[in-house]
């Protein structure tokens, strides 16, 4: 379930709020694929599925940056700030791989709200997003986005 704020300011009384999570989303050698010729990487553990049987996690995994750009994908299911004339994303801070994703594996995104400030012209926000495997105790990813809200 999406959380809303209607306006940017409301970010700034909400810090440390849990925001809920993204849909599941199925992670297949198709996106894998796709990704390794977006990228030029081909290493074998991501796109050779008969070599990575043999290799130390038995199957193809995914980029841990094609993890991370999935994050893109889960923030608007996450959270949805409302009443701006636009909203910016100006980076990452922290970012980590706790564990990889198998070919097959669904994972998802939840999200925590860990600093709100006014800056000029608006509110800076940071996002915690963990993206879940499902079935496992540890993520795939955990990162600290840092967004701009500017009202309306």
């Known amino acids: ?23 599941w989303l199925e992670i297949d050698q198709q996106r894998i694929n796709l990704f390794a010729d977006a990228t030029g990487d081909h290493q074998w ?11 130390p996690f038995g199957a193809c995994i995914a980029h841990g940056y094609l993890t991370l750009s999935l994050v893109n994908l889960f ?11 636009m ?10 791989f706790p564990s990889p994703v198998k070919v097959g594996s669904k994972i ?5 709200l860990v600093e709100a400030e006014e800056m000029k012209g608006g509110v800076q926000a940071v996002i915690r997003v963990t ?19 500017f009202p309306e």
């Open 1 to 23: 379930m999406t959380t809303v704020f209607k306006t940017p300011s409301e970010l700034l009384d909400s810090v440390g709020k849990q925001l809920g999570e993204s849909e």
């Open 45 to 55: 553990i991501h796109v050779d599925p008969e070599k990575a049987k043999d290799g």
């Open 75 to 85: 923030l608007p299911q996450i959270v949805d700030v409302q009443g701006i004339s």
């Open 87 to 96: 909203g910016v994303n100006v980076g990452c801070g922290k970012i980590r």
């Open 108 to 112: 998802r995104g939840s999200g925590e």
């Open 131 to 149: 993206v879940e495997i499902e079935g496992s105790d540890k993520p795939a990813c955990v990162v600290d986005t840092i967004s701009r809200y």
